[in-house]
């Protein structure tokens, strides 16, 4: 670390050091405002005085010290729950709009409710974003009487709701929402035609749960709204079959971290011999080309068990970073076709994509945003890059006592297979519960297969039996328990010792706890430390350890194996220099994550300021700022959805072409900006036309039913879901030597040197 670097982290670190000061005198005030004495009717007074000095106008701050002193009161009259210092200063900092990092087990859920109640105080509304629709049901069950004793409403928000429930959800002074749900909801009020038809309010504040996966794992991902899909004559199969007959190496090759594939000067002579198309790089072969490079990723790169599974006949991917069925996603189009022709399944047409928006974008719409998360600093530049969130690591309320142990790397695979088979049989033997995170279904699959075979019974935990997974995690922490999991263990569980019975968990703590293993180094520290993060919750003990080989992944993208050249054995490697190296490759792969992520912007932050625009103007028309007829309205509002309707399916096929941008030495995302920015300034003039058109064939007229006769309604039924946007992600020019070659050849010699077929 150089000289200004160190600098700048003691200054960081001093900075740290004085905001939690502060936050401990400011939680020793709140303690001091004792307001136990205090009967019922006293106490929600004080809230109805809270309540109109913050309506008239009083800032926040100046009320927080009486506000979180009531609720402290509150939830040990409603719930017994007394908070803890380290809780209420978590609150502050949330309230000061930081991201917090505060340890599992430490009582995130109790410490949003202090912020939450008062932003909530204006009646502007606040939203708590949660992980998924139980924990948003739970937390809002679960805090509820806190709220409702202070005289506030509270509601959740679950998918599948109906119009008004959802109204009357949004309208409550605190409601609890998964962050896709709300976006999804948003999307929905962006094509209503008429504003009854709407359910959220003006943004104001938000608490976001799990925040380093919402705002960063899955910030780019983008939420859909789309037509019905039909049924579809893909020709996926085709492209499939091709694919098939392609050979790796001799035909086609991959990128320098596997990510994407292309094929070579060889692979092009073969593919336009089996599509009989001639030269596959003339512009009207685009789609060929394309089709087949979607093909190709499905049939090389996506592997079924570990990127997927197949149950009841559908495609459903897997999240990555939680190793949970992703639900309601797919990936973009074609390669969604080209997946399900791979596994021979019956294709589906896509639907009309009517709105995107990424999440990232979503959660940029509410002026004030705060979160918290276990596992924060190790990603703090970059939330202070893209959000301006800096992180406050809040102090447990018990030391942490996780024994976290070294990483122990072996050679080969078969050898870290076999030594982790064993270390689970010899903890097992005296009772000690284990939690085992492996890398894919297929992985946890054979490692119980394996245990089965050395007489250890486990529970297994993916994303093939995801429904038994409140069963198996209930259980997790109990004597002699051996759990074999997917990440799907790693975030959002909380594992209890002895199964929550306090006799069990005395002995499991005398045998030292939870025993966290893990089978592989994921890419980002924060899912390792998510991992072991399930150890150790309140001062309990316990120990974490990784088996890594250096045939793994992660490491021979990076040629490990390769500068080592260590000779196979059956015994870990015992060199301090080899686990530094490790480390740094994590490193390494989060900052190129990082800057992947910031070029990606580059592609959708423009297209998002574009729909900000239209939205703005369309915003105006729904809720009648604008003086119009209800048929100039009614007729405006549907052509604005129209046309960008079809700006994004253009949007959407140039960024699956764009990269070949990068071969005429063009820039693709400045490519991209110019080719977008020229559509759109034509979407305005098309509106104006094809309304002043209608206009005059209806007449003038204000029937609702002459409307529905010329078309002028919403789509009859509307689906969302949610993009894998990987791939294109992926496709950002990074075209090998040869593919360039090939593409050379093929598009720019041939012609002129007469090589073309007849």
């Known amino acids: 670390m150089n000289i200004a670097a160190k600098f700048m982290q003691k200054f960081k670190d001093y900075d740290t050091r004085q905001k939690l000061k502060g936050y401990r005198e400011k939680a020793e005030l709140i303690r001091k405002r004792n307001l136990e004495p205090w009967d019922e009717m006293q106490l929600q007074a004080e809230s109805l005085r809270l309540k109109k000095e913050a309506s008239s106008g009083t800032p926040l701050d100046e009320l927080l010290v009486d506000a979180y002193a009531l609720v402290c009161e509150a939830a040990k009259r409603q719930l017994g729950l007394q908070p803890y210092d380290v809780q209420i200063m978590a609150a502050i900092a949330l309230h000061e709009r930081f991201l917090i990092e505060q340890h599992t087990g430490e009582g995130k859920t109790l410490s949003a409710v202090m912020p939450a109640y008062l932003n909530a105080l204006t009646g502007e509304g ?10 948003a049901n739970r937390d809002a069950h679960w805090m509820g009487p806190i709220y409702r004793f202070l005289g506030l409403t509270v509601k959740s928000v679950q998918a599948g709701m109906s119009l008004s429930e959802k109204q009357e959800a949004y309208a409550a002074d605190i409601t609890y929402v998964t962050a896709k749900e709300a976006g999804f909801d948003y999307l929905r009020d962006t094509i209503a035609l008429n504003e009854a038809d709407t359910v959220h309010r003006p943004f104001h504040y938000v608490i976001v749960d799990e925040a380093d996966s919402l705002l960063l794992d899955e910030a780019r991902v983008p939420l859909v709204i789309a037509g019905e899909p039909g049924f579809s004559e893909s020709d996926g199969t085709r492209f499939a079959e091709v694919a098939r007959q392609l050979e790796q190496d001799a035909h086609y090759e991959f990128d320098e971290f596997k990510r994407n594939v292309y094929l070579n000067e060889a692979g092009s002579a073969k593919a336009e011999e089996l599509l009989a198309c001639g030269n596959l790089y003339e512009s009207h072969n685009t789609y060929l080309l394309s089709s087949l490079n979607c093909a190709l990723h499905a049939e090389s790169l996506l592997k079924r068990d570990v990127d997927y599974i197949v149950r009841d006949g559908k495609i459903e991917l897997i999240d990555e970073y939680t190793g949970r069925v992703a639900e309601n996603r797919h990936l973009p189009d074609r390669l969604q076709a080209a997946l399900t022709a791979k596994e021979g399944l019956q294709p589906s047409a896509g639907g009309k994509i009517l709105g995107t928006i990424t999440l990232q974008h979503f959660l940029s719409l509410y002026p004030k945003i705060c979160g918290m998360t276990a596992t924060a600093h190790v990603s703090a530049m970059e939330f202070e890059d893209i959000y301006a969130l800096q992180v406050v690591q809040i102090p447990p309320n018990r030391p942490n006592i996780r024994v976290d142990h070294p990483h122990r790397i072996y050679t080969h695979k078969e050898a870290k297979f076999k030594a982790l088979v064993h270390e689970i049989s010899s903890v097992h033997r005296v ?9 894919s279904v297929e992985e946890s699959d054979r490692l119980a297969e394996a245990l089965a075979v050395a007489g250890v019974p486990c529970h297994v935990l993916n994303a093939s039996n995801d429904a038994e997974e409140a069963d198996i995690i209930a259980k997790a922490g109990e004597i002699g328990a051996v759990t074999v999991s997917t990440n799907m263990a790693g975030r959002g569980v909380d594992i209890r010792l002895g199964g929550g ?4 968990a005395e002995i499991v703590a005398k045998l030292g706890g939870l025993y966290v293993i893990g089978t592989h180094m994921n890419e980002s520290v924060r899912i390792d430390n998510q991992l072991r993060g399930r150890s150790s919750r309140q001062g309990d003990p316990g ?22 050249r260590a000779p196979r054995q059956d015994e870990a490697l015992e060199e301090p220099v080899l686990r530094s190296k490790i480390v740094h490759i994590q490193r390494v792969v989060m900052g190129q994550n990082f800057h992947i992520r910031k070029e990606l912007n580059g592609y959708s932050d423009m297209v998002e300021d574009q729909r900000r625009i239209l939205y703005e103007e369309r915003l105006g028309i729904l809720t009648g700022e604008k003086p119009m007829s209800p048929s100039e309205q009614r007729v405006r509002l549907f052509y604005i959805d129209e046309f960008w309707a079809d700006h994004l399916a253009y949007v959407s096929y140039l960024r699956e072409s764009i990269h070949l941008e990068s071969l005429a030495s063009r820039n693709p995302i400045d490519e991209f900006h110019v080719q977008i920015t020229q559509a759109y300034e034509q979407i305005s003039a098309k509106i104006n036309s094809e309304s002043a058109n209608m206009l005059v064939r209806l007449g003038g007229s204000n029937d609702p039913a002459k409307w529905e006769e010329f078309g002028l309604k919403s789509p009859t039924s509307t689906r969302t879901y949610i993009i894998s946007d990987q791939y294109i992600q992926n496709t950002r020019s990074s075209w090998t030597a040869t593919t360039v070659l090939a593409y050379y050849i093929r598009k720019v010699f041939r012609p002129i040197f007469g090589w073309e077929k007849a």
């Open 543 to 564: 120990a974490s350890v990784f088996f890594i080989s250096l045939e793994d992944e992660l490491l021979l993208r990076f040629g490990i194996n390769q500068a080592i």
């Open 431 to 439: 009772g000690r519960p284990i939690l085992i995170g492996t890398s």
């Open 501 to 504: 019975n306090p006799t069990q």
């Open 126 to 135: 606040v939203h708590v974003l949660t992980f998924n629709d139980y924990l």
